[in-house]
C-alpha cells in the first residue's frame, strides 16, 4: 500500500493528474520523508507556516450592501449570474492534507512540550479551515487524520454541521489549553484560538437561531453561551483598546495591545499588499461605501441621523456632518486630508463609484511606494480585541441575558475610544431604529422583528457593521442573520439634486462639476458628464443619488444563495456528495 505525504479528499482522490493530484500521488524523496522529519521544533515550526497562508490578505475588498465596487461581484448579482462551477468554488482540501500530516507524524517529536504546542497549532488551524469550509458549504465530510491513497472514507458523504461543529471544539479546546498565553502578535497563541472559537460560536448559534434549524447536539443557545465565555476570558487577559482609530489600520505594524493576531507585511522582505492603492487609484475598481451604510452611522450626540427632516435629500457636506467620528475614519468627509499630508482633498469619483471614497487602511502618503499597486505594507487584522467585544455583546443580547453593564464593558468601550455617547439599554429597548426595520434599509428577517428585545439587537448589530466596517465580516453576518435580501436594497451613492458645481471639501469652493451636453473647459475641478458611465448616473436620470449599478439587477435567492455549491467534478468523482439545495449542477444524484 503506497503512503502518500498528505491525505486525498473526494476532490482529488482519482485526479492523479490534477496539480493536487500529482504533488499527493507519492512522498517526494528528494525533498521530505516522514520518517526523518518532523522531529524538532524547527521542522515543525517550518512545515507548520504555511498553514499560516489561509488568513485572506485581501479581506478589504470583499463587496456587500454596505461596500461595492464598480464591477459587482457575483454573490450580489445573484440570480443567473450565479452558476454551479465545474471546479474550485473554494472545494479545496490542500491544506487539510498538510494539518492532518503534521497531526500523523507529532509523535516523531521527542520534547513533550513542543509537541504538545504544535499539536494544538494544528488542531487550531483544523477548526479554522472547517469553519470556513461550513460557512461556504454546510454540510461537509469530516477528516480527522490522514488516510492511505485507496483508503474507503475519500469517498464519504458529507457530515451534518453538528458533526463538523462538535469536532472543532473539540480541537479549539484541545488547541486553547496548550498554546502559549503569552502575547505573539503574529504567531498563534491561546488568545488568539479563543477569539476563534467565540467567532465560530457566535456564528452558528445565530445561524440556527435565525435560519430555524435545530439538530441533536448542541443548541443554539449553547453555541451562544461558548462565545460569551470565550470572549470573557480574552477581555479578561492582557489586551486593551489603542487609542486611535484610523491609526490601528493605517500604521507600518500593528498594534500589539489590541491586536491579537496580524498578517504582517514589511517592505524590506517584499511582502506587501494593495490596502492604499485600492482606495485611492482609479484602475483598482472604484470601491466606495454606499449611502444605506452611510445613513446608518449615528449623529455624534447618539441620535439618528434618519430621525432628521429631509434626511433622504441631504447633500454632501450636509449628510455627514456632526457624525460618529468614524465615519470620517472610513470615508473621505469635508476637511479630510491624507496621513502625513495637510491638503485637503474631496471624494475622488473616479476612484469611487458611490463617491463615499475609502479612508480605512490607506497608509501615510509620505512613506515610501504605499500610493503604488500592491505597494501597501501596513500589518492586517486577523482578531483584535474590538471584534470581540461586539461578539461578547451580540452573544449576550441574542441570549436575551443582555445588561447594561455589559453593554459598559464591551461596547462602550469601543464608543468611548471615538468620544460617542454610551449606547443605554434601555433607551434600545423602548425605541427600536425604525431606519433598521424599514423594508428599503434594514433587516428584515422575522425573528428579529418579532424579538421582545429587537431595539439592543439592532444597536449592536450597527455597532458591529460601523467598527469592522471593511474588514471582511459583513457578508458572513448576513448570512447567519439570514439577512441575504438586504442585498436587493439599493446600493446608491451620494445624492445631487441636478446639473451644477459642488463643494465636497466646506471651504465654499466647488470641488466637482456634474454637467449635462458639452465638457466644460474648467480644469480646477472634477467634471463628470450625467447619464455617462464614465461620469456619472444619477437615479432619476438628472437629478437623484449616485446609481452606476443602474439597470443591473441584483437578486438573491432565499432558497440557494446561503450557501455554495459544490462543484460538478467533485460530485462526479464522489457519487456520495449530496448537492445544496437550489443549485442544479444537471446530475441526477
Known amino acids: 500500500m503506497k503512503k502518500i505525504f498528505a491525505i486525498l479528499l473526494p476532490a482529488v482522490a482519482l485526479c492523479f493528474a490534477s496539480c493536487d493530484g500529482d504533488l499527493l500521488n507519492k512522498t517526494p524523496e528528494s525533498t521530505i520523508s516522514p520518517d526523518s522529519y518532523f522531529k ?11 498553514f499560516y497562508s489561509q488568513f485572506d490578505d485581501s479581506f478589504y475588498e470583499d463587496q456587500s450592501d454596505h461596500f461595492i465596487n464598480l464591477n459587482l461581484s457575483s454573490e450580489l448579482r445573484g440570480g443567473n449570474v450565479r452558476t454551479v462551477p465545474s471546479t474550485g468554488g473554494g472545494w479545496s482540501w490542500t491544506m487539510l492534507r498538510r494539518i492532518n500530516e503534521l497531526l500523523r507524524n507529532i509523535d516523531k517529536c521527542q520534547d513533550e512540550k513542543v509537541r504538545a504546542e504544535y499539536a494544538g497549532l494544528a488542531k487550531f488551524f483544523r477548526a479554522f479551515f472547517y469553519f470556513e469550509k461550513v460557512k461556504r458549504f454546510g454540510d461537509v465530510p469530516w477528516v ?38 503569552a502575547k505573539s502578535l503574529y504567531r498563534v497563541n491561546k488568545y488568539a484560538a479563543l477569539a476563534l472559537k467565540a467567532q465560530f460560536c457566535l456564528y452558528e448559534g445565530t445561524y440556527r437561531k435565525y435560519h430555524g434549524i435545530s439538530l441533536s447536539g448542541h443548541s443554539a443557545e449553547d453555541y451562544l453561551n461558548l462565545a460569551v465565555q470565550a470572549a470573557e476570558e480574552i477581555m479578561a487577559g492582557p489586551y486593551k483598546l489603542k487609542d486611535d482609530y484610523l491609526m490601528l489600520f493605517a500604521e507600518e505594524n500593528a498594534d500589539p495591545d489590541e491586536m491579537i493576531l496580524a498578517m504582517q507585511f514589511d517592505r524590506t522582505v517584499q511582502r506587501k499588499n494593495n490596502t492604499t492603492a485600492f482606495a485611492t487609484m482609479s484602475t483598482q475598481g472604484a470601491p466606495g461605501l454606499t449611502k444605506k451604510f452611510v445613513d446608518s452611522f449615528l449623529m455624534k450626540d447618539g441620535s439618528r441621523f434618519t430621525d432628521r427632516k429631509g434626511w433622504e435629500t441631504m447633500q454632501f457636506i450636509d449628510e455627514v456632518a456632526d457624525r460618529d467620528p468614524r465615519l470620517a475614519c472610513l470615508t473621505r468627509t469635508p476637511g479630510y486630508t491624507r496621513i502625513g499630508a495637510t491638503d485637503v482633498l474631496a471624494p475622488d469619483f473616479g476612484s469611487s463609484v458611490t463617491g463615499f471614497q475609502l479612508v480605512k487602511f490607506v497608509m501615510d ?45 464591551s461596547v462602550n468601550l469601543l464608543r468611548k475610544r471615538v468620544g460617542m455617547p454610551d449606547m443605554v439599554l434601555a433607551d434600545a429597548l423602548a425605541s427600536p431604529d425604525p431606519y433598521l426595520l424599514s423594508d428599503e434599509y434594514g433587516y428584515l428577517n422575522p425573528v428579529l422583528r418579532n424579538a421582545s428585545n429587537v431595539g439592543i439587537l439592532l444597536e449592536i448589530r450597527r455597532e458591529r457593521s460601523i ?9 458572513d453576518d448576513l448570512m447567519r442573520w439570514k439577512e441575504g435580501k438586504c442585498i436587493d436594497q439599493k446600493m446608491y451613492g451620494q445624492y445631487f439634486p441636478g446639473p451644477g458645481k459642488y463643494d465636497l471639501t466646506g471651504d465654499g469652493k466647488p470641488d466637482v462639476w456634474l454637467y449635462e451636453g458639452a465638457k466644460p473647459s474648467d480644469k480646477t475641478m472634477q467634471l463628470l458628464k450625467i447619464g455617462d458611465k464614465t461620469g456619472v448616473i444619477l437615479s432619476e436620470g438628472s437629478y437623484g443619488y449616485v446609481d452606476n449599478q443602474k439597470g443591473i439587477d441584483h437578486i438573491f435567492n432565499e432558497e440557494r444563495d446561503y450557501l455554495y455549491p459544490i462543484p460538478i467534478e467533485e460530485r462526479q468523482l464522489n457519487p456520495n456528495l449530496t448537492q445544496n439545495p437550489g443549485w442544479n449542477d444537471g446530475l441526477k444524484y
Open 40 to 50: 524538532t521544533e524547527a521542522d515543525l515550526k517550518l512545515f507548520s507556516n504555511a
Open 144 to 181: 480527522g487524520e490522514a488516510f492511505d491513497s485507496d483508503a474507503a472514507e475519500l469517498y464519504a458523504p458529507r457530515d451534518s454541521r453538528e458533526v463538523i461543529m462538535t469536532h472543532m471544539l473539540e480541537d479549539i479546546d484541545e488547541a486553547i489549553a496548550v498554546l502559549p498565553a
Open 467 to 475: 467598527e469592522l466596517a471593511q474588514e471582511g465580516k459583513r457578508w
Open 365 to 409: 502618503v509620505t512613506l515610501p511606494e504605499v500610493d503604488r499597486v500592491d505597494k501597501s505594507y501596513n500589518d492586517l487584522p486577523i482578531y483584535r480585541l474590538g471584534e470581540i467585544y461586539l461578539i461578547y455583546a451580540e452573544a449576550k443580547a441574542e441570549l436575551g441575558t443582555i445588561t447594561q453593564d455589559d453593554l459598559d464593558k
